[in-house]
């Protein structure tokens, strides 16, 4: 009898092993990089565990990473320029940050990128076409004798964007890398509600236009994706109604950073993304 339970017991346990599920696959690895088109100041809830780079655990990165069932390193990190994707970002509220790149490695999947807007200033160029008396239009500032200085500048950051892209790709060998660009932030003309004269609303977005065009040349010669969310942005620009914008308007409609994506914004640029990526 003895014999027979301790048979019968070492077979339950047995159906016992084979019946156990087995153990469900880690996640493959996404790293997300940029600057704060990416991280998302000031949208809450924001990120504690790096309180300089003014990142939101509500930003596009998060609705990709969701969507696709990936796991997220965000190394996203506002006011970063090109050159801090891969080297020391010295000027944050909170000192300075790690390179991003440091994130990355061959274990990497998926790499996404938004950057390049700061390297030429189009923070204060947006504040400087704000419609205030006296003041020269920013459609004219920076043209002298035809030539159109900040569209030179944008287009000379080139090479130093591809660098930056090299550098990714080096240190993430085996990812699809996705560079998302920058979005749609006012229509053709303008609107009242904006304090923006008609020509400085399109030259504005025509700086927007210049930069996506560039990076999206450099990302294309690297055979990187590039994905373009100017075209689901119309119609959710700054001048919308604040329950449809995705962009924040150089006047805020709420708590946020002007000329930055809304929580909404995120939303639907994850989204997109993440179709995007996944074709």
């Not at 047995?14 to 019946?19: H, I, R, S, T």
């Not at 240190?171 to 699809?176: G, T």
């Not at 994706?225 to 604040?242: K, Y």
Request: charged residues 20%; glycine residues 10%; hydrophobic residues 40%.
């Amino acid at each position: 009898m003895r014999r027979i339970l301790a048979l019968a017991s070492g077979l339950l346990a047995a159906g016992a092993v084979v019946a156990a599920p087995a153990a469900a696959a880690p996640a493959d690895e996404y790293v997300a990089l940029g600057d704060s088109a990416a991280a998302g100041p000031l949208i809450s809830p924001q990120d504690r565990g790096a309180p300089g780079c003014l990142r939101s655990e509500r930003n596009y990165p998060t609705v990709i990473a969701a969507r696709l069932g990936l796991r997220l390193t965000d190394a996203t990190c506002s006011s970063a320029k090109s050159q801090d994707v891969y080297r020391t970002q010295q000027r944050t509220t909170s000192g300075a940050m790690p390179v991003q790149t440091t994130k990355l490695s061959g274990r990497t999947k998926l790499v996404t990128l938004t950057v390049g807007l700061n390297d030429v200033g189009a923070f204060p160029i947006a504040l400087s076409c704000v419609d205030l008396p006296g003041a020269q239009p920013c459609s004219q500032r920076y043209r002298r004798g035809g030539h159109d200085q900040l569209m030179a500048r944008i287009d000379g950051h080139g090479p130093a964007w591809g660098r930056m892209l090299g550098a990714i790709k080096r240190s993430a060998p085996n990812a699809k890398v996705a560079v998302i660009g920058y979005g749609n932030y006012i229509r053709k003309g303008g609107c009242a509600s904006q304090p923006v004269k008609p020509a400085d609303a399109d030259y504005l977005q025509s700086v927007i236009n210049r930069a996506n065009k560039v990076m999206a040349a450099q990302a294309k010669t690297r055979g990187m994706q590039f994905i373009d969310i100017v075209p689901i942005g119309r119609g959710h620009d700054m001048c919308a109604p604040a329950n449809r914008q995705y962009e924040f308007g150089l006047v805020p409609s709420g708590v946020g950073v002007p000329i930055h994506p809304t929580a909404l914004g995120m939303a639907a640029i994850g989204r997109y993304a993440a179709r995007t990526i996944e074709r």
